[in-house]
């Protein structure tokens, strides 16, 4: 396998770029240098003694080294049992697997193409919470702040039981600081919840798709087709006008562009309506894990979306001067060119043992325990998988699951070795469960989404540095 430089080439209308793999480090290239560099993975000199001599210099200086990943080893492989034991961060309880709503693009909603559970008239019992709060808190002693979600289906639907559960939190996490967070569909938000949830001081999200039009099509209670923008809007502005100073430290919305007539209509939604002033607004697309034939939205959508990014690109190279262009997030601003997602050390090669930084190590970040005390390495896989079980409240955390999760690698590693995007791939367990096992056909689905936004990321990155944008964080690009 080694036999060629490890390194991808693009370019931009400024100029041309190679990314070495091993450096993880760009560099940008004269235009003979980038001609005989024409292909990943190989050299093709040309007879020009300054192309041969750039090339040999940079060469000096740690570039163009052939180094591939050989074997795939999670790096937290070996500290499992420990983490396991005293390391577990964040606790999901799913209190119900209810909702009073019947989302059209909800992953848990009949007919929505996911597979997954559907909602069901199912809630966790105390004796099933109060094994879970106590395997937490047995298993995270090492962990300085304890972390308490909890899911649903809507959770609020269960939230006198909420309050039982962070009320045995308090009085059972031994003077640790500990954390609640809550995701509601906002339809339950009633003088008796705004006040335990102000008490508790609850991260509250609330999912809230925007103009009534859009959020009607697609947010409707459940055995009707009634919409829920009236109630959710009425029951944010309460909120808002009792409890303002909490309101604007504790609450975010979850925004899913899903239909309607565009994504301009959702952010002059958000840009004219007072409620939301400072607030975070986080937007996404539907998931389109467990799911075969995902929505896919039309075109006008996606070019309205990707001119706001183009507006918040031109935003962060300070073009607008005077106007500041209404932000939904600041993460917004953030993810263009993925500063904070980039690695800022520099390695100067691969390890012969390593793993892409896709997975995180299932049930150690978020351990999610349903209603019927099953473990699973976060709340976004499927409960219909035994694949991604990670254990239960009866057996604990089974360490040979979860060391499997963490290494999915391991599906289709020689290829994954030869792949120029390794060090930029996000593709976790989630995205590779069949249900009933863990898939290379799947893992290998993602690939080509994954090479392309990390091509994006390069290309946004230097554009950005070239126009004098100024992190930081230590610079990837190389004069």
């Given at each position: 396998m080694k036999s060629q430089p490890f390194f991808f080439l693009f370019q931009t209308s400024i100029g041309k770029y190679l990314y070495d793999v091993n450096m993880n480090k760009i560099l940008k290239l004269p235009e003979k240098v980038a001609d005989s560099l024409h292909r990943e993975d190989e050299i093709q000199y040309i007879d020009d003694a300054d192309v041969r001599s750039y090339i040999d210099n940079i060469k000096k200086i740690g570039f163009l080294k052939e180094n591939r990943v050989e074997i795939s080893k999670h790096p937290d492989t070996e500290y499992l049992a420990y983490y396991a034991d005293c390391g577990i961060e964040n606790l999901i309880l799913q209190v119900t697997q209810n909702c009073n709503l019947r989302c059209k693009y909800c992953v848990y909603s009949e007919g929505s193409g996911y597979k997954n559970r559907n909602h069901a008239?199912?809630?966790?019992t105390w004796d099933i919470a109060k094994k879970a709060m106590d395997f937490y808190i047995s298993h995270s002693v090492d962990v300085e702040t304890l972390y308490v979600s909890f899911y649903g289906g809507e959770p609020l639907l269960e939230y006198k039981f909420i309050e039982k559960c962070m009320n045995y939190m308090h009085e059972n996490s031994f003077h640790?600081?500990?954390s609640f967070n809550i995701t509601t569909n906002g339809t339950l938000l009633s003088d008796e919840i705004m006040k335990i949830l102000v008490k508790y001081q609850v991260t509250l999200i609330i999912s809230f798709d925007g103009p009534e039009e859009i959020q009607n099509s697609g947010r409707v209670f459940q055995n009707s087709n009634i919409g829920s923008f009236q109630c959710i809007l009425k029951n944010m502005r309460c909120f808002q006008e009792?409890?303002?100073?909490?309101?604007?430290?504790?609450?975010?919305?979850n925004t899913v562009l899903y239909a309607g007539a565009g994504f301009r209509m959702i952010y002059d939604f958000f840009k004219d309506q007072e409620l939301f002033d400072?607030?975070?607004i986080v937007m996404n697309f539907p998931s389109t894990t467990y799911n075969d034939s995902p929505k896919i939205m039309e075109e006008q959508y996606y070019n309205e979306w990707y001119?706001?990014?183009f507006i918040l690109f031109l935003y962060k190279i300070r073009w607008f001067k005077h106007l500041k262009p209404y932000i939904c997030s600041p993460l917004d601003i953030k993810r263009i060119g993925f500063f904070e997602n980039l690695p800022v050390t520099v390695s100067q090669k691969l390890a012969v043992q390593n793993h892409h930084g896709g997975p995180c190590i299932p049930g150690i970040f978020r351990l999610f325990v349903n209603v019927e005390g099953k473990f699973y390495p976060c709340e976004r896989v499927s409960e219909c998988s035994d694949a991604s079980c990670i254990g239960s409240l009866e057996t604990g955390l089974d360490l040979q699951r979860m060391e499997i999760c963490l290494n999915i690698e391991r599906l289709s590693e020689e290829l994954c070795h030869k792949c120029w995007a390794y060090r930029f791939c996000n593709v976790c367990v989630a995205k590779v469960d069949d249900l009933g096992k863990l898939s290379s056909r799947n893992l290998l689905k993602q690939c080509q989404s994954v090479r392309h936004a990390a091509e994006t990321t390069l290309k946004e990155y230097v554009v950005l540095k070239e126009l004098g944008y100024d992190t930081d964080?230590?610079?990837l690009l190389e004069d």
């Open positions: 008239n199912r809630k966790m640790k600081r500990v009792k409890y303002n100073d909490y309101w604007k430290k504790y609450v975010s919305i400072g607030m975070r001119y706001y990014n964080a230590e610079s």
